[in-house]
């Protein structure tokens, strides 16, 4: 269980630096924050450039976190908020990515909070420090209590911005 819960993190983290790296420097294919602000204006998140950067902060933020095992229920918190506000461009066109819709922020987002759930594992700063209790049920649900209440106004200010 030690292996594939640090296998877990390790792949999520990768993931989440991926698209952070995209949003932030360009890499793996990305526009970085000037090529990106346009998209994220489109999609009703405005002004788009410092919102590239805020969420190109926080996708590395939780992938450090998650990869360190450190902060597990917090990591989880922002990785999850993210992803929901994330997911909002997709939201018309359902669920699939294949289709344009919110899969791929919807998976990121559950894992954290499944690794919330279980806590970071042995193989963990959260281990070495006596914070693994810091897991389970209750920490989940308040990872995700705090995800929705951050993704709250960004989505609001979305919302506004695409009213006609």
């Known amino acids: 269980m030690s292996a594939g819960l ?25 526009m970085g924050p000037s090529g990106t ?34 902060a597990t229920p917090l990591a989880a918190a922002i990785v999850t908020g993210t992803m929901i506000v994330a997911a909002a461009p ?8 294949h289709q344009g819709g919110y899969e791929v922020p919807f998976v990121y987002g559950a894992l954290a909070l499944v690794i919330a759930v279980t806590g970071p594992g042995p193989w963990s700063v959260d281990h070495a420090l006596g914070a693994d209790s810091a897991s389970g049920p209750v920490w989940a649900v308040a990872a995700a209590a705090v995800a929705v209440a951050a993704a709250t106004p960004a989505l609001l200010l979305r919302r506004r911005h695409l009213r006609p």
């Open 6 to 30: 640090l296998l877990l993190r390790l792949l999520l983290a990768g993931l989440l630096f991926g698209h952070a790296a995209q949003k932030l420097l360009g890499w793996f294919r990305g």
């Open 37 to 70: 602000a346009p998209v994220f204006e489109s999609w009703g998140f405005r002004p788009g450039k410092p919102l590239v950067l805020l969420a190109g902060a926080c996708e590395l933020a939780g992938a450090l976190l998650l990869a360190c095992g450190a």
């Open 90 to 97: 997709g939201a018309a066109t359902g669920f699939w990515a």
